[in-house]
Structure formats: C-alpha cells, structure tokens
C-alpha cells in the first residue's frame, strides 16, 4: 500500500499569512495527488486534483505543486474561513489519504 | 444536480454487522464508481473500497479484506457498504463518495454514523 505523510499535523496562523502543507508518498505517484479541505462536521470538500489543478469555484489563493514523491500545498493569504482541515490523497492505487493538517488562526 | 443520500445513524454491538445505504440521483448510476471513506471520531480519512455500480464489481482496502461487502441495486440507484465483525475501532462516520467533473472526490454523501458499543 502506498503511505502519505503529511506535515505538520497541525499550525497556527495570521490572517494574511502564507501557509504551506506538505504531503510525501512512499513511492512515485507521478501527480495522482489531490488536495481536500473538511470543516467540522462537513464532508470533505474536493481543492486541487491532478496535484495543482484547482477545481471549479475554489478561491485562487489556493494552489498545488509537486510530482514523483513530493507535493506541496499552499493557502497564498489565509482567511478566517479557511480554518479548517486539510488532506492530501493519493489515487495511483486505490486511495490513500494523509494524515491531515489542521489549521487555526493564531 | 448530484445528490448522494445516506441512511440513518446506526448504533450496534460488538460482533454485529451494520449496512449503510447510499442512493445516488441527478446522474447516470452505472456511470460512476463508487468509493466509502470512514473517518473515526477526531481521526483521519480512511479509504475503505469502491464499487462499480454498473458490474458491481468491488475493491476494498487490505485491511478490511474479508469483513466489508459493498453491492448495488440499480433498480433504486443504491448501494451499500456492510461491515461485519463489528469492533469498537469501527465507530466512526462513515461517507460514500464519487468523482465529481475532475478525478477527485467530488461528491460526498452527509455521512452515517455508526455507533460500536456494548
């Protein structure tokens, strides 16, 4: 089974403040990545997919990078709404998720 | 539009089995496969398997090889995930999902609470 390990596990922001996430597979995923963001007791909600496309109706401050083993994730300007946790999943064989990130305003 | 329909909270004993209900409208049912993620409470996501509804064909996470069961019914667009052998581990919330207009989880059922206690 592929592994995500995503860090860190939690942070603490500004409202403004550039904030970056990442994921790393155990093995080459190419860019099967994607990126979710769940609010308490609310599904998941689908940001990224193909590792930086960003999905229809997803604010711009919101991107994706990386390839191979590597990604990255980065809210370009935090605001209050964006508090919330966020996943990376993997879908080159079957569906692994990442641990997850949650983030607070500081 | 794309709705994903849950059954109702479900508390059960350890050793029982539980079947959750998804019933899809606003689409083609055969059209897409259809994944359950379970998410424990204050946990991560967990993949649990998928189903194609037109073949019915399924795959499921290692883990759980052998106590899950996913089906479907494409006479009332519905399918099911039961989870057997029910231990306390297993409460959790527990959502189907499936792919929206790009390859992500697009379209996620409200979740169904199942409940292991004695």
């Known amino acids: 089974d592929i592994q995500m390990t995503q860090s860190p596990s939690s942070l603490s922001a500004s409202v403004g403040d550039r904030v970056t996430i990442t994921c790393q597979a155990s093995q080459d995923i190419s860019n099967y990545l994607n990126w979710y963001q769940q609010k308490p007791g609310k599904a998941p909600k689908l940001l990224i997919y193909d590792a930086s496309n960003l999905e229809t109706g997803v604010p711009s401050r919101f991107s994706g990078s990386g390839s191979g083993t590597d990604f990255t994730f980065t809210i370009s300007s935090l605001q209050p709404e964006d508090i919330a946790t966020y996943y990376c999943q993997q879908y080159d064989n079957h569906l692994t998720f990442g641990g997850g990130t949650k983030v607070e305003i500081k | 539009q794309v709705q994903l329909v849950q059954s109702g909270a479900e508390v059960k004993k350890p050793g029982a089995s539980v079947k959750v209900s998804c019933k899809a409208s606003g689409y083609t049912f055969t059209s897409y496969y259809m994944h359950w993620v379970r998410q424990a409470p204050g946990q991560g996501l967990e993949w649990m398997g998928i189903?194609?509804?037109?073949?019915?064909?399924?795959s499921y996470a290692q883990k759980l090889q052998g106590r899950v069961t996913m089906t479907r019914d494409t006479s009332t667009s519905t399918v099911y995930m039961e989870l057997s052998s029910l231990r306390s581990e297993d409460t959790a919330v527990y959502y189907c999902?499936?792919?929206?207009?790009?390859?992500?989880?697009?379209?996620w059922g409200q979740g169904t609470l199942v409940t292991v206690s004695s």
């Open positions: 189903i194609n509804p037109s073949g019915g064909s399924t």
């Open positions: 999902a499936r792919k929206g207009q790009a390859v992500g989880l697009g379209y």
